[in-house]
């Protein structure tokens, strides 16, 4: 049965987005000027020194990466997975490659032909023909970076990334100071008619939205605790809502970096996600359970890249760091 719930004034106070918030936007401004100016190769020191001081000092993120390990390794039943102090510093420095790819996204240095694109839905093939868009529903798993570049790169698809953050229009005006004129970023932390329309209208022109799945909002933080990788996880309402909301059909979203080369997986989900008022809560749960299973199974073909460096599970005080 679902479990939904708001956070408590601790949670709020510590939730990751009140933390992200605090440096990101100076952060991406500062790594695309850097980039601009030097290149990438001058990064890769510099990068690499920031991740390791926060691996060093960042017990909490530490703890959450081993926990994480831990529970994939569990799950999937893969021993090799087992966490050591090595393996999550290894974590970390694939977050840092990962920080590295995003510069040579946002400056225009990753082709289209350097991509493999999996697509065993032909979802690719409903950019342009005229049919409505579509609600694509990704994490924190790989480079989400990647696969908005498909909206700037050969495609040409009008990709709305729906966010929690109050910058988005901040946001919105250093993506086109990078060259991003295709992609837009819509805060969506509270989902007003306002809100609403505007995504159907972008729908109905064929814009396609995306939205992570994998994070619980600061604000209007309506979520529904599921099993993930063997534990009882908080996952957002949000993209299941929506999708029912807009009446929309739900394709999945990755892209992971496997054997050196990126793999963005386009994957049909839902034709739509449909309730009557007293199924909603039931509904809504059970598309967030079949969600959780298959960013397992995904999590499993890339198991250290998943960055989401805090308390997921919230149990992680018995893990040592």
Known sequence: MAQAGRMSAAEHNHHWAR????????????????????????????????????????????TSIHQYQHNLA?????????????????????????LLDKLDVWNGRLPLQELQLVDPGNLRDTLHDGSRG?????????????????????ERVRMNVLVHTKHAERFNRLLGESGA???????????????????????ERGEWLAIAGDRVPLHGGRNVTVDFLGQPAAFPQGPWLLAGLLQCPVGLMHCLKIDGRYQVRLEHFADAVSWKRSERDQVVHGWAQRYAQRLGEHCLDAPQQWFNFYPFWKRDDDIPA
């Open 19 to 62: 933390q992200k918030e605090r440096g990101s936007f100076l952060l991406m401004r500062f790594t695309v000027a850097a980039a601009r100016l030097l290149g990438r190769r001058p990064l890769v020191p510099l990068l690499y020194l920031i991740v390791l001081y926060f691996y060093i000092f960042g017990r909490s993120a530490r």
């Open 181 to 203: 004129s295709h992609l837009r970023l819509i805060q969506v932390s509270e989902l007003d008619p306002a809100i609403m329309l505007q995504l159907a209208e972008r729908l």
């Open 74 to 98: 569990s799950w999937g039943a893969r021993p090799d997975l087992r966490p050591s102090r090595r393996s999550v510093l290894r974590q970390f420095l694939a977050f840092a490659d990962s």
């Open 134 to 154: 579509r609600l694509l529903v990704g994490a924190h798993l790989g480079n989400l970076e990647v696969c908005r570049a498909l909206a700037e790169l050969g």
